[in-house]
């Protein structure tokens, strides 16, 4: 079916130094998007009346400094209003369109994602006192990852030092590309302590509090904050990138019109500066882009039967915030509550031979559903396991999160971090293609069991 040598073939072409790391937008993206392209339309598969491929337009745009700040009040009185400058600044995330205002809460002292209450967070604007010591850093994605999931309006980051505050700003700063659907619905600011003391010290001195605290601090300051922050968009076409996808038609007349959606994210991290300047990102995510393609290839095979229609998707843009999935779930080719389940895969190549990680059990009866596969396919000798990494909050960190917060139940599969991750020695040669092999054959009896099994997967 899935043979090791298939994995090593493709990985290798899709993390090859020729692909220079895959960014978003590049023509090195683009060309790996049309040998997808290429490939699936060899197999079979369809797409809709454009195609394979699905293109959205990115715009160059430029937050304007000068007329962006930070207005404290209370019962509607204005406190103070922070100016943006060299230590106050847009840092990530999507640019807004009119001010944000909300309740502040601060979060920080000793903070385990697991344990902010997630529930509290919508709408509000989180001053959060982020510690990026290397302790705390490890941290640092876990956390990001529990504010995006829960949908705060404005999160304005705190560092203890300075340095670093102009460096998260810089970023924020420069002009920058935009998709035009938000990837990750998050607007964080940057913002050091000493400057927010100047017009706001009450909260300069809770942030330094805090930070002495040994357990967590969520606390509502009684304050609200408006964040206006207009940006221009520098010119009226941009570059754009692609989204591949394939439909493999459902053989069932009853149920052809419901689908099973197999995807992975494409794109990657560039060129970097030093000597080893690719980002390969063999792993992350060659290893999902391969695996995507060998499935769409095993399961186009004439004499098997599948009575729902599989679409194969690769995605671009993950790695700078779910874009590509996020445009593709808001245009989506066919309705997405149509789309009976989603299996996501995301470093499939490296880590444990026995075993891969099924991250959002909870949210589906998909994962049970992988282990009576695999239970039936014990030969194969890769046990689902659980989310072993929970204070990572992984579940909205890759593309299956554009698809679960729309409510297609969905199923990320990985074999977690290696040494290399988001390095450029993160390389092909590396990649143990006989296990990942051996997880594609899995995930194969996987997508079969999901196109055929009557009722929701909910
Ligand atoms: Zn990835």
Known sequence: MISESDVAGWVGRIAADSTRGRNTPSPELDRVAQVVAAEFSRLGLHGDRAGLVQRYRLQTRRVLTARSSVEWRRGGVELGRTPFGPLVGFAQGTV????????????????????????????????????????????????????????????????????????LVAGGSADRVAPPVPGLVFTALAASERAIGVTAPWLAAAIRASRREKKLVFDSTGVDAVITMPDSALGTTGPSAPNVFGIRRGDDPKLRDQYVIVSAHMDHLGVVAGPDSIMNGADDNASGTAGVILLAKALSQPGFRLSRSVIFLLVSGEEKGLWGSAYFTAHPPVPLDRVAALVNMDMIGRGWRDTVGVIGREFSRLGTILDSVAAHHRDLKVLPIGDVWPDQKRFFRSDHYSFARRGVPSLFLSSGYSPDYHEPSDSPDKIDAEKEARLLRLVAHFVIELANREGTFR
Request: glycine fraction near 16%; charge should be negative; proline fraction near 11%.
């Open 96 to 167: 807004p369109s009119a001010p944000l205002g909300g309740p502040v809460v601060l979060l920080g002292g000793a903070i385990d994602p697991l344990a902010i209450p997630a529930d509290r967070i919508r709408g509000r604007i989180v001053v959060w006192a982020a510690d990026f010591s290397p302790a705390g850093a490890a941290k640092a994605d876990g956390i990001s990852a529990t504010l995006v999931a829960g949908a705060p309006s404005g999160v304005i980051i705190v560092p203890e030092d300075d340095g670093m505050v102009g460096g």
